[in-house]
Structure formats: C-alpha cells, structure tokens
C-alpha cells in the first residue's frame, strides 16, 4: 500500500481528500486500496487499476465504475 499511497500523494482517489496514512480500519479515513474497475466487472489487480482511497470513500463505491464521491470531511 506504500507504493501506491506514495503515488497517489497520499489523496484519495475517490474524493480528493487527504489520507492520514497512520489510521486503521474500521476508522472511515483509513487508508484502503480501491480497484478503479472492480475485479468482480473484470478489472485487473495490477498498479494500473488501484488507487488509494479511504475505507468510508471504497466501502461507498462498492463494486460500482464512478469518477468521485462526496468528500469523506
């Protein structure tokens, strides 16, 4: 998750927001990664289709295609 987070600037991929890299799940600004296409529609584990997102942003788009969400504030 590093190395994506570090990619990513530490944002989330989802809202834009800020990820504290330093919370644990099941806090909603944890730290998670997101598949941008979900495995279940056929989207790779690759570097290529993950982004880092908060726990709140990725439990929200569940196995749904979406650009953003409202920012997890």
Known sequence: ???IA?????????????????VRVPNPLAPTIDHVIPISRGGGDTRT?????HFRCNSVKGAREIDRIVPAG
């Open 49 to 53: 289709n993950v982004q880092l997102a």
């Open 1 to 3: 998750m590093a190395e």
């Open 6 to 22: 570090e990619r990513d600037s530490e944002r989330c991929g989802l809202c834009g927001s800020a990820v504290p890299m330093d």
